[in-house]
């Protein structure tokens, strides 16, 4: 097993902007009309944000993931590579193929 060697303080501020794109992603999302009322452009308007929000959703679940694994590291509580590829293949296994 390989040791991981880092500076926590780094990680833990990494883990911090990563938090921080969600959540200003979050205030983003809830900001997209519910109805769109834009004529014949209409429905194909609501499509592309309805493809947006959930192409976001799963990214925002990831970040918040990694954040979490980064602050493992930090502390550590993850103290080898092959555990974080582990975490790291749980999150891609979720999210899929994009």
Known sequence: ?????VDSER???NAAQLEEV??????????FPAAVDGG?????IADVIARL???????????MMIAGILRD???ETITNEETTAAELQK????????
């Open 22 to 31: 969600v959540e200003l992603t979050k205030t983003a999302l809830s900001t």
């Open 11 to 13: 990680l833990d501020a």
């Open 53 to 63: 929000t959930s192409m976001l959703e799963p990214f925002g679940s990831s970040y």
């Open 91 to 98: 999150i891609a296994d979720a999210v899929g193929p994009l």
């Open 73 to 75: 590291v930090a502390a």
């Open 40 to 44: 014949e452009g209409s429905i194909p």
């Open 1 to 5: 097993m390989s040791r991981i060697d």
